[in-house]
């Protein structure tokens, strides 16, 4: 039984929810607590909605709670599991919460070709400068033809 928690960073999408399915049953594997962070971002001036940064807040702990409720209906056993909704960048935010973990387990990038090449992707940011094992749940072919339309 490991105290070292797994991290996993989810963000709302089909192959997140499959990161946090892959993460829990890990999680109960090892006997560690499951860390399911959520990175979230508000810019005031720079935000195009009509919102605060608490309803921004409030929308992350809610994608974090419906998530982990989805994946853990079909489980007789579960981990100890920790909700973390976090502001700041999604690459930095799980970098920095991957220290002193067991390990992180992210998915691959759905978006689009150009978005990773202007923007970068999560999952290569993490895989460089993670500060403990990682593990990446490759997009599978549906969510991959969704994300190309």
Do not use: Y
């Not at 999560?122 to 991959?144: F, G, K, Y």
């Amino acid at each position: 039984m490991s105290t070292k928690p797994i991290v996993v960073g989810i963000d709302g999408t089909p192959a997140s929810d499959r990161a946090l399915e892959w993460a829990l049953d890990e999680a109960v594997v090892r006997g560690c607590p499951l860390h399911v962070v959520h990175a979230w971002a508000f810019e005031a001036l720079a935000d195009w909605t009509e919102t605060t940064e608490q309803r921004v807040r409030a929308e992350s702990a809610a994608l974090i709670e419906k998530a982990v409720l989805k994946a853990s209906e079909q489980r007789q056993d579960l981990p100890e599991i920790v909700r973390k909704s976090l502001r700041g960048d999604a690459a930095e935010t799980l970098e920095k919460a991957s220290e002193g973990a067991a390990m992180l387990v992210v998915a691959s990038h759905t978006g689009h070709r150009i978005r990773q090449i202007v923007l970068g992707s999560t999952s290569m940011h993490v895989v460089r400068h993670a500060h403990a094992p990682i593990v990446v749940i490759p997009v599978n072919d549906r969510e991959l033809a969704e994300t190309t339309r």
